[in-house]
């Protein structure tokens, strides 16, 4: 049973920083994505970034492409999402998850139906 925990969420003001951690078991994950998605109050659940945990192949959705950080850490389990300048936009809740696709195609893993297992999430409130 693969279990996913979020972890690092809190409040922080506009232009901060934030790492949201998460720590992956259950399973040996060597081919799979794992991904960051959010969901604002009122809004869908939308992409954040991927990382493939191989090969370490990341993908970013435009909004937080040159702010954060997608990365693994293969001996700890974990997947990381660092956070920088932080904006009271990025203010949801931040779910961490995992998807085993046949390949790797960027693209197609920005939608939450391609990915199989889901944290329960971490709040990340950005104050102005």
């Known amino acids: 049973q693969v279990q996913l925990v979020e972890s690092g969420g809190g409040l922080v003001q506009a232009g901060g920083s934030l790492r949201l951690s998460c720590a992956a078991s259950?399973?040996?994950?060597?081919?799979?994505?794992m991904g960051w998605f959010r969901q604002a109050p009122g809004k869908e659940r939308e992409f954040v970034a991927a990382?493939?945990?191989?090969?370490?192949?990341?993908y970013y959705a435009d909004s937080v492409k040159g702010r954060f950080t997608i990365s693994r850490d293969k001996a700890k389990n974990t997947v990381y999402l660092q956070m920088n300048s932080l904006k009271p936009e990025d203010t949801a809740v931040y779910y961490c998850?995992?998807?085993?696709?046949?390949?790797?195609?960027?693209?197609?893993?920005?939608?939450?139906?391609?990915?199989?297992?889901w944290g329960q999430g971490t709040q990340v409130t950005v104050s102005s």
């Open positions: 998850t995992a998807a085993q696709p046949v390949s790797w195609n960027p693209q197609a893993m920005n939608v939450p139906e391609r990915y199989t297992y």
């Open positions: 259950g399973r040996t994950f060597s081919r799979y994505v």
């Open positions: 990382i493939t945990w191989s090969v370490g192949n990341t």
